[in-house]
């Protein structure tokens, strides 16, 4: 396995908090990492890091870092161990679970930072299927499970997601993202808005459909057209009868590469752009004129994220984000949305059936994989064969999952929780085994996650830039020890253990790279653009080679969209908030607050008008009630709302005091989206009222 880094030296790294990977250089000094600074010499980022990623190095000193393994002792404390005894603690317990109720009483949650960690997530998901895990949980389906249901539905595989040809479009629509806060999701473009900026200097419009106004003209970059939350289906049906009957629909392509066409006309026809103003809060006029300029606009494109992804309908909606690039004749060329592929072309291996893509459990039927966040409780408390023992990884369940005081009390029935972190966070707080994971310095690594997204796709590896500090020890390397401990077959039964051998063949197959050099080189490895005029013929992967228009999976869940939408037509003058989730520019989940206390904790930010409204004013003391919880916080004034909407930070609280929104966010039945298993986490009507104890 690859050393760490010299010292006294600069270590050519990269960013591990986003997509875009931006290219660092780590200052050492004494073996110790004393600045992160932005890789000028980079080929694809060019000098460009965001204040997140600078700001990593504080994370990586944060005294509150965890240094050594902790079991919780007969006095209810933790209490430091060695590795040893740590596993041997673990083990037992499980094997005593496992013995008296089988391998289906473990669980497992799984964080987001082990999107970003090569080695992690394959290790982990390995020693889960080692143990027998069934029952596992994500930071996907808080995020954006819509997208692989949707893709594997319309394209037959779910790692397809064409992105935006940025340089070269003239029109690009971007829905549910704020690039200002946290560059983009599932499209990997290093300084994104210098690349908007640079697009919009040539011509090109930038329309962001949000509830909060992302963009204005004077920043340069577009408009905002301010929706409704949890609406954007409806409007994007709306866009395109609207599109369709201007005549915008490519036959030549819908009848080269596509089936089903009537039946995504079926769907929209009832969608007139008069028809669905009142509830997405969007003027007809304002969606007509965008069909017109799609229709009249050769290069267009388009993209979604999390803001489309957490309402109730994300698969449809972004089943129709495909269908606005492909039936326009607008995917798969110059200007549209292309597909990236990067170091390995990661179509075929996400390739799957829909029709077998869902089981039926206990709570209903569910899609294959991962199980939705918001039965986590559920599937403790309430199952007929209760989960006893949770292995957490690189994840904070208690303040990311909806519901977190039936979690609390959830994580209090275990017999066994075991949290894998770099900080003693709420969740691992509660466990009884706590084990010390490397940073993202402390580690080797590849660029692995903007596979398949990145418009500049490269591959980079990296070395551990410093050893790492104490006990603490890389995820492949827990997740193989505990496979040792339960007498299962171990990377660590071998005198050299090759954790890299996967990504080896992936890189050799896929583009002809071998690992060795690139690890010897530490240069970033260029690899070719998404080009137009591929597609078809190489990410399409149904049964007949054709892009699905209308999937036949979808026929409850369209059924449903009608219901909700005329329920949410006799809701629009109820009188009530519309809640939405976002980040802070200084925070990313809970986990980047470290230092800054006072950025988690979680205002209600209003629109002038409600407040006045309420008669509330900046800073005053609140309660906000939904029909699944309430919370006290403080009133924050934010112009750049839609009137109606209300907005808090995702993961609020952190490590200071602070409210939580999850306590606002419906759990169980009817909290998630039956075709992806997303959590229902924006558009949740709440009410607000001034504090009862003012």
Request: glycine content about 10%.
């Amino acid at each position: 396995m690859p050393g760490t880094a010299a010292r006294g030296q600069a270590v050519r790294t990269f960013c591990r908090i986003c997509e875009p990977s931006c290219g660092l250089v780590a200052s050492v000094d004494d073996g110790a990492l004393v600045k992160l600074s932005p890789d000028r010499d980079h080929a694809v980022t060019k000098g460009f890091a965001c204040h997140k990623g600078l700001a990593a190095v504080d994370v990586h000193h944060d005294p509150a870092r965890l240094d050594v393994p902790l079991v919780r002792g007969a006095d209810g404390a933790l209490h430091a161990v060695s590795w040893a005894e740590a596993m041997a603690e673990i083990g037992g317990r499980l094997r005593a679970i496992v013995d008296a109720h089988g391998s289906s009483a473990i669980g497992a949650y799984l964080g987001n930072p082990l999107a970003f960690n090569a080695l992690g997530e394959q290790h982990m998901v390995e020693m889960l299927r080692g143990l027998g895990v069934r029952r596992r949980f994500s930071a996907g389906t808080q995020d954006c499970a819509n997208k692989w249901a949707a893709s594997e539905a319309v394209f037959g595989t779910r790692s397809v997601h064409p992105i935006p040809d940025l340089r070269r479009t003239d029109l690009c629509l971007v829905i549910g993202e704020n690039p200002r806060v946290s560059q983009t999701s599932f499209f990997s473009v290093p300084n994104v808005l210098g690349e908007m900026r640079r697009s919009a200097g040539r011509g090109a419009r930038f329309v962001f459909v949000n509830p909060r106004r992302i963009e204005t003209p004077e920043r340069g970059v577009g408009d905002t057209v301010l929706i409704r939350p949890d609406t954007d289906v409806w409007f994007l049906a709306a866009l395109l009868h609207e599109i369709d009957r201007l005549g915008g629909f490519d036959e030549s392509v819908v009848a080269r590469h596509g089936r089903n066409v009537d039946g995504l006309r079926s769907f929209i026809g009832p969608y007139q752009a008069d028809a669905v103003g009142a509830v997405t809060g969007i003027e007809p006029g304002t969606i007509r004129e965008l069909a017109r300029a799609w229709v009249d606009t050769p290069r267009a494109s388009v993209h979604a994220s999390t803001g489309l992804n957490m309402g109730r309908q994300g698969t449809l909606a972004y089943w129709l984000v495909h269908m606005l690039s492909f039936v326009t004749g607008h995917l798969d060329t110059e200007g549209g949305n292309l597909k990236s592929d990067g170091f390995y072309p990661n179509a075929r291996s996400g390739a799957g059936d829909p029709q077998r893509g869902y089981i039926d459990t206990e709570f209903g039927k569910l899609r294959r994989g991962g199980m939705p966040g918001t039965l986590l409780s559920h599937s403790i408390l309430d199952s007929a064969e209760p989960i006893r023992a949770m292995i957490v990884v690189a994840g904070n369940p208690l303040l990311s999952i909806p519901g977190e005081r039936r979690l609390r009390e959830a994580f209090g029935r275990l017999e066994l929780l075991v949290s894998v972190d770099i900080y003693l966070n709420a969740t691992s707080g509660l466990a009884h085994v706590v084990l010390p994971a490397t940073d993202m310095y402390e580690r080797d690594d590849l660029n692995v996650i903007n596979v398949g997204t990145s418009a500049r796709p490269f591959v980079q590896y990296t070395p551990a830039v410093v050893a790492a500090k104490a006990l603490r020890r890389p995820e492949w390397w827990i997740a193989h020890r505990l496979l040792q401990e339960m007498g299962q077959p171990s990377l660590l039964d071998s005198e050299q253990p090759d954790p890299w051998a996967k990504l080896r063949y992936m890189l050799r197959s896929g583009s002809g790279i071998d690992l060795d050099e690139l690890q010897h080189s530490g240069e970033p490895v260029l690899l070719p653009e998404p080009p137009p005029g591929t597609f078809y013929d190489t990410q399409v992967h149904t049964p007949d080679g054709r892009v699905d228009c209308c999937p036949t999976t979808f026929a409850a869940a369209i059924g449903r969209c009608h219901r909700l939408f005329a329920e949410s037509a006799a809701a629009v003058d109820d009188g009530r908030l519309l809640l939405i989730h976002g980040r802070d520019r200084w925070m990313h989940n809970s986990w980047i607050a470290s230092g800054r206390p006072d950025r988690s904790r979680a205002p209600l930010s209003m629109h002038p008008a409600d407040a006045a409204a309420l008669g509330l004013a900046d800073g005053d003391a609140i309660e906000v009630t939904s029909d699944h919880g309430e919370l006290e916080t403080t009133v924050a004034i934010d112009d750049s709302l839609m009137r109606g909407v209300v907005w808090m930070v995702h993961g609020g609280g952190g490590r200071a005091e602070g409210a939580n929104p999850n306590a606002l966010l419906p759990t169980g039945a009817g909290s998630y989206e039956p075709l992806s298993s997303q959590a229902h986490m924006t558009g949740i009507p709440v009410t607000v009222a001034a504090s009862s104890e003012c």
